[in-house]
Nanobody, 118 residues
Framework: QVQLVESGGGSVQSGGSLRLSCVASRSYSSYCMGWFRQAPGKEREWVVSILPSGPTSYADPVKGRFTISQDNAKNTLYLQMNFLKPEDTAMYYC?????????????WGQGTQVTVSS
């Protein structure tokens, strides 16, 4: 089991930037990694994912604004968020899952709050 801890959230003005970090307890090199978010009263929303080999996929609302990256030496996953909008406000979670398995079966962090004001 891999344990994940997110950090880097905060409050910013619309148009601002934040970089979220997700530190894993051990190497996640064999996992598919991703970021999800959930706003109050809303369903969980997939944001972005990255395969062990590097290919990435982004949800339409964040394309061109968010970038996922990783530092395998530090067992850390990042989410660079630029040009933030109020609708990006949510609790952000990182997840590690076997690529052949659904995200819900994976390991989830506790989340980090992102608040974007207009």
């Amino acid at each position: 089991q891999v344990q994940l801890v997110e950090s880097g959230g905060g409050s910013v003005q619309s148009g601002g930037s934040l970089r979220l970090s997700c530190v894993a307890s051990r190497s996640y090199s064999s996992y598919c990694m991703g970021w999800f978010r959930q706003a109050p009263g809303k369903e969980r929303e997939w944001v972005v994912s990255i395969l062990p080999s590097g290919p990435t996929s982004y949800a339409d609302p964040v394309k061109g604004r968010f970038t996922i990256s990783q530092d395998n030496a530090k067992n850390t996953l990042y989410l660079q968020m630029n040009f933030l909008k109020p609708e990006d406000t949510a609790m952000y979670y990182c997840v590690a899952a076997l690529c052949r398995s659904p995200w819900d079966s994976g390991s989830w962090g506790q989340g980090t709050q992102v608040t974007v004001s207009s």
